[in-house]
């Protein structure tokens, strides 16, 4: 679980006992877009309506067969609360397995109620899922239930300056850094406000910086630098900002 993003992988693993099927289906989680189906000997597949039809080019006979699909459903907003959809393979005579949750580390998550589900301490669960485990349950039937209660954790920055300002007659220059700690979780973005007569010759390192904008209020200019990636722990942001030059001939300046 993401803030604007809900992913789901799953990983059917069939077992058949008698007879022989060419064909698999799965229900989709419900309100999902399919992103992947991946296995061995797959000849085809498609999407009716909100089952995934995926056809072999053999049959499987008394066999074992792994079959991993991928699920997405976008978040406009993050929701104080999400049921989670399942996948459910279909035309089967059971089903049991396990279920992982993570979240981001900006996210605190409280499961708020289940179906179906018993939750397992991390050693019970499959070495191969413990991997950002936040809480696993195993369930060995359906219907499923997960209602999550969820609240973005809300970080807190501490920053420190180091600047000098040159004035000059023709330019006045603003040149240092801002050093940054975050803690609790990371930002993608930075506000920096400044007297509204300073311009942006540069801001931050070219390989951290997505874009930056300004908006002007009340004699102020508000920088705000967009993050390529989350910043998290310590961050320096430098910068170089220019003015019309404020210095008169014959004065003394620093």
């Known amino acids: 679980l993401g803030e604007r993003i809900l992913r789901l992988s799953t990983v059917v693993a069939y077992q058949v006992l008698r007879g022989e099927t060419d064909t698999l289906r799965v229900r989709a989680p419900e309100n999902t877009r399919l992103l992947s189906v991946k296995g061995e000997n797959i000849r085809e597949w498609t999407q009716e309506g909100e089952v995934v039809v995926v056809r072999l080019h053999a049959p499987l006979k008394a066999a074992a067969y792994q079959l991993a699909l991928g699920f997405e459903r976008i978040l406009e907003t993050l929701p104080p609360s999400i049921a989670v959809p399942f996948p459910r393979a279909e035309d089967v005579i059971r089903e049991s397995g396990w279920v992982v949750l993570g979240h981001e580390a900006g996210l605190n998550v409280r499961v708020a109620r289940t179906q179906g589900l018993s ?7 499959p070495e191969a899922l413990r991997e950002g485990l936040g809480v696993g349950f195993r369930y060995l039937a359906h219907p499923l239930a997960l209602e999550l209660e969820v609240e973005k954790i809300l970080p807190v920055i501490r920053s420190a300056t180091t600047s ?20 609790k979780a990371g930002v993608f973005r930075f506000e920096v406000r400044v007297p509204a007569r300073w311009s942006v010759a540069s801001i931050g390192d070219p390989g951290a910086v997505e ?17 390529k990636s989350k910043a998290t722990g310590t961050f320096r942001l430098p910068f170089k900002l220019t003015a019309e030059g404020s210095a008169v001939s014959g004065e003394v300046t620093h």
Do not use: H, K, M, P
């Open 211 to 227: 874009d930056f904008q300004t908006a002007d209020a009340n004699g102020v200019r508000t920088i705000t630098v967009s993050l």
């Open 164 to 183: 000098v300002i040159t004035l000059g007659r023709e330019e006045d220059a603003w040149v240092g850094w801002i050093d940054y700690s975050i803690a």
């Open 119 to 125: 939750q397992a301490d991390r050693d019970e669960v």
